[in-house]
């Protein structure tokens, strides 16, 4: 853990130190912009020192606040912690819908093959399926074929 932390304080000492160069803008003979930390002299038409920030604040009374690395590593692993929850969410609708697939593949299987359909009338009986009621039961299943079957 110990080495972790002075690693990180290396690239910290070791980016303020690149942060902090002084960058030049200047156009050069053939109308094209360009950048530098030292432009070339007599090719330049125009140059220019550009004032760069290391961090843009959101906030400026943010700016003289500096975060912690425990505060930084706890919005770390909460963003981590809602990116598996999100994840885990997709791996169970994508479960439910290939159950819903297979459920609606199978009901136009049997509406397609069975010669004479019978279903229950309410009232402890079969009634047979007409054929408008077959196709509309057909084209329930495959809507729903296309909607889940992805």
């Not at 125009?46 to 009374?61: A, D, G, K």
């Not at 606040?65 to 770390?76: D, I, M, N, T």
């Not at 159950?99 to 309410?122: F, H, M, N, W």
Request: glycine share 4%; aromatic share 8%; proline share 5%.
């Amino acid at each position: 853990m110990k080495i972790f932390v002075y690693i990180n304080i290396g690239f910290m000492l070791l980016w303020s130190i690149t942060a902090s160069a002084q960058v030049y803008k200047w156009v050069d003979e053939h109308g094209k912009t360009q950048y530098g930390d030292q432009p070339p002299p007599g090719v330049a038409k125009e140059r220019q020192r550009l004032n760069l920030r290391t961090t843009t604040p959101s906030n400026p009374s943010e700016s003289s606040k500096s975060k912690s690395l425990s505060e930084e590593r706890e919005e770390f692993d909460k963003r981590q912690q809602l990116r598996k929850e999100e994840e885990v969410k997709q791996l169970a609708k994508a479960e439910e819908n290939k159950k819903k697939c297979l459920e609606a593949q199978t009901q136009l299987r049997i509406y397609t093959d069975s010669p004479r359909l019978t279903v229950p009338d309410g009232s402890g009986g079969l009634s047979y399926v007409d054929d408008d009621a077959r196709q509309r039961k057909i084209n329930d299943a495959n809507k729903a074929i296309s909607s889940f079957c992805k």
